[in-house]
């Protein structure tokens, strides 16, 4: 039964907030959590995160008149309720969906999302560049960004801070302080304060004193306004914010309208430089189950809204996430120099798992790829066997390091891969499409992909062994294939591929999980009367050019078939092709990659279908090689 949602339901555009009390305000922000609760038990998605900001969220749309006031979400994963809010309430019930609404801001999506964003650390950044454009152009809009402090252990939000008072005007930055708090919990006391210090008396005297010390010598000068900072830093613990030329406010509880809705009104009208507001929220606050979870609910499936039961599918294999992991235990029992590196995803990478069982081996240095990758290199550099475990999609943030600090230097650090390939609801900004090309370019690097559960294993162990130069290996997001794992997973030879079906017209040579699409391609092209090889490639550096080479000679048509963007694995095999000489004889290539578009989210079968990587697809592309259809290979076999 979807909830009674009364003055929610007279809400069709932020502005129909702006003439509401705080009390109706406050049956507001209880009647979005509730819709925000009912909506996700049905999606699935992020839930914690939006709980948190709820109030916040009705305040600052009641406070600035958005979209022409200038509202960014850091990471976009808490924007839930402020989608409800801005006009697409009647689609919420498809986020993350084929179709529908995105999972994050999305610029596309509303004018009510200036700026599209799901990775951490980019809104104060996006913020400055609106207040800067505002500023050239004349106008006087607010610009707001609100980050949450997970997303303050990433340099960049402190990049951004270093700058901001560079740019003149209105420009607020809210700080979410939640699971990470960087304050003790706030009271009457601290919100009393918090307002006192944004409000017009306080400011009144401060530009009077501001007069008047103008009068007095430079160094009195800089004295006073030092001791004006630091004064008002000890009673709230803004003195690190003020340090970095912001005027700060703070803690405040983000839970309570009274405080929050007079506070943003102070901040917004206050020009002279950037305003922090440091709120305090619960995550998952008003939900039982929420609050009571260790993660509070952060991501979910669908679930039941009164117990919190989520509908977790019985898994049929292990998670590649997991085999990793405990893989990854496994050579660290037999090798004391093994250390595990993540950024802020312990759990996600599997981790967690490893710190369980060596804690002192295992660092998470939060939202901070670049450090992640450098620290990494450090940790080889002076003879110990790291392994950087990191989204395909987040290690992007960090590809300076990997070329500087790793592989022009040679050093042997084991880059793990999580999440390569598509990722279903999360969509185009967490889909791992990227790394074969800009891993596979770097000199001296070993690039392998798993092709199931038990060649993951195998490729932990031989990275572990690779002591002379970086390597990294590539896995999906997902259960594996069901297929037995190694108790003792032995090394592969570098750079060698496998034979796994033998056939004559067309070879099928696939890097990564497609091997099981592409064995089912095999099948499909031998009812057409077509018989076909398949290859696991394994490595896409080192590349097994004799293999590549042998498959060239034997068949009519060599497919390659990939997980990632064009200028990939099969760019490397095209390479290899052309340097000995293949075409000449007169070889059919083609090259499965996926499309070069950003692809939306949707069911990952429904993801691969669209990008011609399911069976069916390859079976089209090995077709189209032969020049053949349907229809000339029932003649052909005739």
């Known amino acids: 039964m979807p909830p009674i949602t009364p003055l929610l339901d007279t809400v069709t555009s932020p502005a129909d907030t702006r003439g509401m009390s705080v009390a109706q305000l406050r049956q507001l922000a209880d009647e979005l959590r509730a819709e925000t609760i009912d909506a996700v038990s049905q999606t699935g998605g992020h839930l914690g995160a939006g709980l948190g900001v709820v109030e916040l969220t009705v305040a600052l749309h009641h406070v600035y008149e958005t979209p022409d006031d ?131 008396g306080y400011q009144s005297l401060r530009h009077l004193g501001k007069s008047m010390v103008k009068v007095l010598p430079k160094p009195m000068q800089e004295a006073a306004r030092k001791a004006e900072e630091y004064a008002r830093g000890m009673v709230t613990g803004g003195t690190f914010f003020e340090e970095l030329g912001f005027y700060y406010i703070g803690p405040v509880d983000g839970h309570d309208l009274n405080a929050l809705v007079p506070i943003l009104k102070n901040a917004r009208e206050i020009k002279d430089k950037p305003v922090l507001v440091h709120v305090v929220t619960q995550k998952g606050k008003g939900y039982a189950p929420a609050e009571s979870a260790a993660d509070k609910l952060h991501a979910v ?94 290690l992007q943030r960090g590809y300076d390091q990997v ?80 297929v037995e794992i190694p108790g003792v997973a032995e090394p592969l030879e570098i750079g060698k591929g496998r034979i796994v079906r033998e056939g004559t017209a067309v070879a099928i040579l696939s890097f990564g999980t497609r091997l099981g699409e592409s064995l089912k391609a095999a099948d499909a092209l031998a009812a057409r009367g077509l018989s076909a090889t398949v290859a696991d490639a394994r490595f896409a550096k080192p590349l097994d050019v004799d293999m590549v080479l042998r498959l060239a000679r034997e068949h009519e048509a060599l497919i390659t078939v990939e997980e990632g963007a064009m200028g990939g694995f099969g760019a490397f095999v095209l390479q290899t092709l052309a340097e000995h000489g293949a075409f000449d004889r007169g070889l059919k290539v083609r090259t499965l990659t996926l499309p070069d578009i950003f692809q939306d989210q949707d069911k990952p079968d429904v993801m691969y279908a669209q990008a011609g990587l399911d069976a069916d697809g390859i079976v089209r ?15 052909r076999r005739a």
């Open 70 to 200: 200038i509202l960014i979400w850091d990471v976009g994963h808490q924007a839930y309720p402020h989608k409800i809010l801005t006009g697409r309430r009647d689609r919420i019930r498809t986020l993350r969906q084929g179709g529908g609404l995105s999972g994050f801001t999305k610029r596309s999506e509303s004018d009510y999302d200036p700026f599209g964003a799901a990775h951490a650390a980019t809104s104060i950044s996006a913020a400055l560049g609106f207040a800067a454009a505002r500023e050239a152009e004349g106008r006087d809009n607010c610009v707001v960004a609100v980050i949450g402090d997970g997303s303050m252990s990433a340099g960049m939000a402190y990049e951004a801070m270093n700058n901001a008072c560079e740019i003149p005007g209105q420009l607020t930055v809210i700080l979410n302080d939640n699971d990470m708090s960087i304050a003790p919990p706030v009271g009457g006391m601290s919100a009393y304060m918090a307002r006192l210090v944004s409000g017009g």
């Open 301 to 394: 499936v669908k679930f039941d809204v009164v117990t919190g039961q989520q509908a977790k599918a019985t898994p049929n294999a292990p998670t590649y996430t997991k085999v990793f992991a405990e893989a990854l235990i496994k050579e660290a029992e037999r090798d004391e120099k093994i250390i595990a590196v993540t950024a802020a995803m312990d759990s996600g990478t599997g981790l967690d798992l490893f710190a369980k069982r060596f804690p002192k081996r295992m660092f998470d240095v939060g939202i901070a790829e670049q450090h992640a990758v450098t620290f990494a290199a450090g940790l080889a550099a002076d003879g110990m066997k790291p392994f950087c475990a990191i989204y395909s999609t987040f």
């Open 621 to 635: 592309g090995a077709l189209n090689a032969l020049g053949l259809d349907n229809a000339s290979v029932a003649g």
């Open 403 to 482: 070329v500087h600090d790793v592989a022009i230097q040679k050093l042997p650090v084991r880059f793990a891969m999580d999440r390569a390939g598509l990722v279903g609801a999360d969509g185009a900004t967490h889909a791992g499409s990227f790394d074969i090309g800009y891993m596979g370019a770097l000199p001296g690097m070993v690039l392998m992909a798993a092709a199931d559960e038990a060649e993951l294993a195998r490729m932990v162990a031989t990275a572990a062994a690779i002591d002379d130069r970086p390597s990294a290996f590539r896995y999906p997001r997902g259960e594996g294939m069901g």
